[in-house]
């Protein structure tokens, strides 16, 4: 696993549980990693400080510092879901690990986060229309207020893929995949945006403006294309990711902003590293990675994969994670 991110250049990763192996693989790399707390721990972890300081004393101080932890994302994609119960826990469980990292002398470099779906927001068209949903609303601003205290980012999983294959009659497939189409233009806020991408990021910007977090920095925990899916899925193929993650790349290589803010960096995350054969739901889901299990290239965009016979060693341990690695530390 280490030995493909050095040769990819890959400088930071995510990963979505804390695997034991996993850390301890990436002692002495270099590389940053930034850990999940669970869904299913967030209701355990929100009653209180000493259940948090726990788990960070299992399983994040015992790596440092041989193993450089940056961050831990407090969940994934929970406001949104289906459970109230754990909308509730969020906040709680935030502020409860980052007390319990601020007695452990690490809340400086290790930050506390969480990433949000494209379902916290009632609607995203135009851009500048894009609000919190009301339902979300009494969850999100504690949440934002406590981030803006200790300066996290806003994180977004923003995908293109998911917008085309919901409706692909009505949205230009070579405007979600940064090809040359006649864009859209956003009436109110006079820009106009060529590509899909721009426009979910700039989205989020004008959502968080209307709460009155107008300095927060968005950041994409996720995008990316699946090679492949079931037959309903529009878009899902190997040309089209190759397209897709190949002109991100290229995006984010010019060190632009938005059309909306466009001295502000774009900095992403790439959904993902591995092709996920054992994940439930629909085909797509198994088919983001950019790697295939034996660390051989699924499809190239301009990085270095393993050889089979180096390889196998390299990825046993890494069928029960999911990882994922941004363009942005390393460009």
Not at 223 to 245: F, P, Q
């Amino acid at each position: 696993m280490v030995t493909l991110l050095k040769a990819a250049k890959i400088k930071n990763v995510r990963i979505y549980d804390v695997n034991p192996q996993v850390l301890s693989a990436f002692k002495g790399s270099g590389i940053g990693l930034s850990v999940c707390l669970p869904n299913e721990l967030l209701t355990d972890i929100g009653v209180g400080e000493d259940r948090a300081m726990n788990w960070i004393k299992d399983n994040v101080q015992p790596y440092l510092p041989g193993t450089k932890i940056v961050g831990i994302a407090i969940g994934n994609e929970i406001l949104g879901g289906g459970n109230i119960e754990v909308w509730e826990a969020l906040l709680p469980a935030a502020k409860n690990i980052y007390s319990a990292l601020d007695r452990l002398g690490l809340a400086k470099q290790i930050e506390v986060s969480t990433p949000h779906s494209e379902a916290v927001f009632a609607n995203s068209y135009p851009p500048s229309s894009c609000t919190f949903r009301d339902d979300i609303v009494p969850y999100m601003k504690p949440l934002l207020e406590f981030f803006s205290q200790i300066g996290t980012p806003f994180y977004i999983n923003a995908y293109p893929f998911l917008a085309y294959k919901n409706d692909p009659q009505h949205i230009d497939i070579n405007y979600a995949l940064f090809k040359k189409n006649p864009g859209i233009y956003d009436p109110k806020s006079k820009l106009h945006y060529d590509n899909m991408f721009d426009a979910q990021v700039d989205a989020a910007y004008f959502a968080l403006e209307k709460f009155g977090f107008d300095k927060m920095e968005v950041i994409v925990s996720e995008t990316g294309w699946a090679s492949h899916g079931d037959d309903n899925e529009a878009g899902a193929t190997v040309k089209n990711a190759k397209t897709y993650n190949k002109n991100m790349r290229k995006r984010l290589l010019k060190r632009k902003g938005t059309p909306h803010r466009p001295k502000m960096l774009v900095r992403v995350y790439i959904f993902a590293l591995f092709n996920e054969n054992l994940k439930p739901g629909p085909g797509s889901e198994r088919h983001f990675g950019l790697f295939n299990h034996d660390g051989s290239i699924a499809y190239d965009i301009g990085f270095t994969g393993l050889k089979p016979s180096s390889a196998t060693s390299s990825f046993l341990s890494f069928k029960v994670c999911n990882p994922s690695f941004p363009f942005y530390m390393f460009l």
